[in-house]
């Protein structure tokens, strides 16, 4: 309080302007939050909440980019899948093709012309391959690889993507292949000491039990990564039930299994009177005919054409098929891979045609052999076979590609089909990655905007402003403004008083 009759110090008009100050700001704050709508226009408004909004803010910014990243990358999947589709497409003609051809109905000019339009196909299959791309970034020629996605605000939160190069030259049949001179479906095992083998045969040798130890197994790896043993139970073991217990192991490895047995037999001096005389029999592995399959059948012919004639009456049964080439030699083969089990011959002369020519029976006696068939491995992926050695085949598999196909023959046809499988399952594959990605980005820009709208909500509670609480602060301001200069006019009228005691 001033002291009394000054006119020099006016406490009332000091207070009054003060309040009027302070009414004057809390207008000038009420004001902006009307007029922009938030609670919080700059840092002195609220610190901590200026920082806990500035964080959400940034990270709505962040989430919304990754959303606009992530359609990108569904754009693009949309691109390579639409492309693979008209690989598929046009890898499914080669594949009518193929089977077409394998009819062997065609004349040679007519099957050269299916060779032809194959050419053009495989030549499609390359343009696709090498001509999709999504923003100028090559997509199916085996460039992107590793490819990372940004789906997320923060770092660390991405997604890569590599796809395989689906050239024709690229895709096709991975098999396994005859290591050396080791040839598994021409190696034979006498169950008498009637039969010699050549020393190149030495996965069996005279006497030995058959090629494999029971001890040994095939370690398999497919292009996918997945690994899986599977055991030699027998040492006579078939390759039928080899590439069964392959097959068993396939939706780990990726890798298939295919198994045939075939041998071709010379015939030498035909025996007195009875020609040629043996039983045959397939079998499942033990040797003799304890495991056989069918009916064991008995031979006895004067010729080689017999010989066929009287094998094919029992195919049905027994699953081996004969036929005779222009050498008079006899070729036997069993398509399942079982073996083949020849028992009892007492008369003539047998003897295997090729580079381990082993004679199953020469002289007086009777004499039996086990011949064990060939496994071939497959897959649409690159894999190895640890141990392959052991059944006469290479450790790592070779690429039969889409490119190298020639349906102008019969068997370039047959190997076409398999070929051609294998090139859609591989397409196929890379078709069904691509979709789980896909799968993957959409769930993920789902996931990121609900949580950019939940942030959005945080958001408001911190610095939206509360229209109608700050309209009804805004009045109260503004009357206690008018309240202030009102105070500070009334305060002014005792000084003025005092001015009429001058004299």
């Given amino acids: 309080?001033?002291?009394?009759?000054?006119?020099?110090?006016?406490?009332?008009?000091?207070?009054?302007?003060?309040?009027?100050?302070?009414?004057?700001?809390?207008?000038?704050?009420?004001?902006?939050?009307?007029?922009?709508?938030?609670?919080?226009?700059?840092?002195?408004?609220n610190p901590a909440g200026y920082i806990t909004a500035q964080g959400f803010t940034s990270q709505l910014n962040g989430i919304t980019q990754a959303v606009s990243n992530a359609n990108q990358g569904v754009s693009l999947l949309q691109t390579a899948q639409g492309a693979i589709t008209q690989q598929i497409g046009v890898v499914q003609q080669l594949n009518s093709i193929a089977v077409q051809a394998a009819n062997g109905t065609q004349t040679p000019a007519e099957s050269q012309s299916l060779q032809n339009l194959v050419g053009q196909l495989v030549s499609q299959v390359n343009t696709i391959a090498n001509q999709t791309q999504f923003n100028n970034i090559s997509l199916l020629n085996g460039s992107f690889s590793g490819v990372q996605f940004q789906v997320g605000a923060n770092e660390g939160q991405t997604m890569t993507l590599s796809i395989g190069n689906l050239a024709a030259s690229a895709i096709g049949m991975n098999a396994s292949t005859v290591s050396g001179t080791t040839v598994y479906g021409t190696n034979v095992k006498s169950t008498s000491a009637a039969l010699t083998l050549a020393?190149?045969?030495?996965?069996?040798?005279?006497?030995?039990?058959?090629?494999?130890?029971?001890?040994?197994?095939?370690?398999?790896?497919?292009?996918?990564?997945?690994?899986?043993?599977?055991?030699?139970?027998?040492?006579?073991?078939?390759?039928?039930?080899?590439?069964?217990?392959?097959?068993?192991?396939?939706?780990?490895?990726g890798v298939q299994a295919q198994a045939t047995t075939t041998i071709t037999l010379a015939m030498g001096t035909a025996g007195a009177g009875a020609g040629y005389s043996f039983n045959i029999q397939a079998g499942k592995g033990s040797g003799g005919t304890s495991?056989?399959?069918?009916?064991?059948?008995?031979?006895?012919?004067?010729?080689?054409s017999q010989i066929v004639s009287q094998i094919n009456g029992q195919s049905s049964t027994s699953g081996i098929v004969a036929s005779l080439d222009t050498s008079g030699n006899v070729t036997l083969t069993q398509t399942s891979g079982y073996n083949i089990n020849i028992t009892g011959t007492s008369s003539g002369s047998l003897k295997t045609v090729g580079t381990t020519a082993s004679t199953?029976?020469?002289?007086?006696?009777?004499?039996?052999?086990?011949?064990?068939?060939?496994?071939?491995?497959?897959?649409?992926?690159?894999?190895?076979?640890?141990?392959?050695?052991?059944?006469g085949l290479s450790v790592k598999s070779s690429l039969s590609s889409l490119s190298s196909i020639n349906v102008?023959?019969?068997?370039?046809?047959n190997t076409a089909i398999n070929v051609v499988k294998y090139a859609l399952g591989a397409l196929n594959n890379q078709g069904g990655q691509l979709g789980a990605v896909q799968q993957a980005l959409t769930a993920n820009i789902n996931n990121l905007n609900t949580t950019s709208q939940n942030l959005?909500?945080?958001?408001?509670?911190?610095?939206?402003?509360?229209?109608?609480?700050?309209?009804?602060?805004?009045?109260?301001?503004?009357?206690?403004?008018?309240?202030g200069v009102a105070a500070l006019k009334s305060s002014t009228t005792l000084q003025q008083s005092y001015l009429s005691l001058l004299p």
């Fill in 1 to 45: 309080m001033s002291a009394v009759g000054s006119i020099l110090t006016n406490s009332g008009a000091l207070q009054a302007l003060n309040s009027i100050a302070n009414t004057t700001s809390t207008n000038s704050n009420l004001e902006a939050q009307l007029s922009s709508g938030l609670s919080i226009n700059s840092p002195s408004n």
């Fill in 199 to 253: 020393a190149s045969a030495a996965k069996i040798a005279s006497g030995a039990a058959g090629k494999f130890t029971t001890t040994s197994s095939l370690a398999v790896t497919g292009a996918n990564g997945g690994q899986a043993k599977v055991a030699i139970s027998k040492a006579q073991e078939s390759a039928a039930s080899l590439a069964s217990a392959i097959n068993g192991v396939s939706g780990t490895t």
């Fill in 360 to 391: 199953i029976k020469t002289g007086a006696g009777t004499a039996s052999a086990v011949i064990q068939g060939q496994v071939q491995f497959q897959s649409s992926g690159a894999f190895s076979v640890g141990n392959a050695g052991n059944i």
């Fill in 456 to 483: 959005t909500t945080a958001l408001g509670v911190v610095q939206d402003a509360n229209i109608p609480a700050v309209s009804n602060q805004l009045t109260e301001a503004q009357i206690q403004a008018q309240s």
């Fill in 291 to 304: 495991s056989g399959i069918g009916t064991k059948q008995a031979i006895t012919a004067s010729s080689a």
């Fill in 408 to 413: 102008s023959t019969t068997s370039g046809a």
